[in-house]
């Protein structure tokens, strides 16, 4: 059976983001492609991925559990995640954002909290235009930021300790006779 551990690290970001300004302590963190919903109450931080690049060749990695013999195959690349800081206080929240994610403490966050992602770097702030529903201006700052991440297949691998499966066929052990 194959297994793939498709990880982009957008969840992991949520994680960062979440613990710099807590569930309920007035910024919601959502998802940018999720259809039918819309753009929560202002302040707000969309994530969107919008890239990823290959860094490295494959790893090759077996088991150690004898009984079944697993390949684990494993790329490194790094993945670019957009973010959109929405309402009052946009531009603060993405400064801070940005500030940390640049420094060893995203880093250290990220390792302490027991996280594949490494944070690599975040481009330079912008501020995009919005007009919401009711063609009213909305604040929107929006930066690109990298992080680095392993990428896994997991599949089954046979070996002289795990052949796989065996089928015994009984034979005949008569020679015939000249």
């Known amino acids: 059976m194959l297994t793939y551990q498709s990880d982009d690290g957008i969840v992991q ?40 690049k290959r860094l490295d060749y494959n790893t090759h990695r077996m088991s150690a559990d004898t009984s079944t013999q697993e390949l684990t195959i494993t790329q490194q690349v790094e993945v670019h995640l957009q973010l959109d800081f929405f309402g009052s206080g946009a531009q603060s929240r993405l400064s ?6 640049q420094d060893a403490y995203a880093f250290d966050w990220f390792k302490s909290n027991k996280l594949t992602a490494r944070p690599l770097y975040a481009r330079e702030r912008n501020q995009v235009q919005f007009i919401n529903e009711s063609d009213n201006f909305e604040q929107r700052w929006t930066c690109d930021a990298a992080l680095q991440i392993a990428q896994s297949v997991t599949v089954p691998q046979d070996s002289a300790i795990y052949p796989g499966d065996i089928n015994l066929v009984e034979v005949d052990g008569q020679y015939p006779k000249p």
């Open 13 to 52: 970001v949520w994680k960062f983001l979440t613990s710099l300004w807590p569930i309920g302590g007035g910024v919601e963190v959502v998802y940018a492609q999720e259809n039918g919903v819309t753009l929560p109450q202002d302040p707000c931080i969309m994530l969107n991925t919008i890239s990823t």
């Open 96 to 101: 801070q954002f940005t500030t940390l994610w």
